[in-house]
């Protein structure tokens, strides 16, 4: 049973302490006998204790930074939204796969920010550019925000304020099921609340630290019944031995847990496995041992944004993933919505 996350180490930067959630997350950690250091800047973290890369990669992974967000520019977030908001940076997973790898390169620390109301003045003026259009904002870009807001609230803090807004939304994704503190918000369905699943294999070989799907989906029947608009994100699609009835397995479970009365309004996103070249090195240092099927010869090449091409299946495995997969969602769930298939 996956315990909610508790740093082993937290930096603090001075800046921090200048609003409120920096002094009461200080005070909480104090008061929990973590050890605490300060830092100059949330970018600039050293001294990671550690004897060699793996060690020290642990260590970061369980280290929170409590920082001041200087960018307040957002990034776009196609094709789930049209900006990611920025609340933290990092996870606490073990994903293998996970684009975060190369993203953040030598800073894998988990870094939560402070400036709540500044990033969310932000989205404000971003609905406003936007209006009478909807603006929607996600959440879980660069984090798994529902891995640490048990200890900061912020996530709680930002549905409630897209649920007073007119025109903004709020989605995110999680792997972690710790979300009681969640289903009392005021969030007036103004958040798509989303879980990421996958079929077994994938789930117990390349998803350490995250929790398993069991949890996942009695986690996403709790939101459901709070009356949150409920997702799911099927990723990395992974083609393995008997990944047919791997993935068709995961819809049953589905199926069998969540009631009629809240399928009215389930969406689905659908990402089959990829990887860089960058991605791929980064991968083979973190995780030596991973069974990742991460062969060039095998995949077709396809140019990404900022010009980092990426390694996706042939053209008709592909299909017959998406084919598969879309069949299982028309069969047990009819009513739902596939957003995207990339």
Not at 316 to 326: A, I, K, V, Y
Request: net charge neutral.
């Amino acid at each position: 049973m996956l315990k909610p996350f508790v740093p082993q180490l937290v930096y603090i930067e001075p800046r921090a302490l200048e609003y409120p959630l920096g002094q009461e997350l200080k005070n909480k950690f104090e008061n929990m006998g973590l050890e605490i250091r300060e830092t100059t800047s949330h970018n600039q973290v050293r001294n990671i204790p550690g004897k060699n890369h793996l060690q020290q990669y642990r260590n970061a992974k369980s280290t929170l930074v409590i920082g001041v967000r200087k960018t307040l520019k957002f990034d776009s977030s196609k094709p789930s939204a049209e900006y990611a908001i920025p609340f933290a940076t990092g996870c606490m997973g073990h994903c293998h796969y996970c684009y975060l790898q190369t993203t953040m390169g030598s800073k894998p620390y988990i870094r939560t920010y402070v400036n709540v109301e500044e990033i969310l003045d932000q989205a404000d003026e971003y609905m406003k550019e936007r209006a009478p259009e909807f603006t929607r904002f996600e959440a879980s870009c660069t984090s798994d925000i529902v891995g640490i807001d048990h200890l900061t609230h912020t996530l709680k803090r930002a549905i409630e304020h897209f649920g007073q807004s007119e025109l903004g939304q709020l989605r995110f994704v999680t792997k972690f099921h710790h979300v009681d503190h969640l289903l009392d918000a005021k969030h007036n369905g103004k958040t798509r609340f989303r879980f990421s699943i996958n079929a077994d294999y994938v789930i117990k070989n390349f998803e350490p630290g995250t929790s398993p799907l069991d949890k996942r989906i009695e986690a996403a029947v709790k939101v459901a019944k709070a009356g949150y608009p409920l997702g799911f994100i099927v990723a990395p699609i992974y083609i393995h031995d008997g990944w047919e009835e791997g993935y068709k397995e995961l819809f049953e479970k589905l199926d069998a847990a969540l009631d009629e009365d809240v399928r009215h309004d389930i969406t689905f996103e659908l990402i089959q496995h990829r990887f860089t070249k960058p991605a791929k090195r980064v991968i083979e240092k973190n995780y030596p041992k991973t069974k990742l099927e991460l062969d060039e010869e095998k995949r077709r090449y396809k140019w990404g944004r900022y010009g980092i091409g990426k390694y996706i299946y042939q053209k008709d495995e592909e299909h017959d993933l998406r084919e598969t997969l879309e069949s299982y969602i028309e069969t047990y769930f009819p009513k739902a919505k596939i957003e995207y298939f990339t």
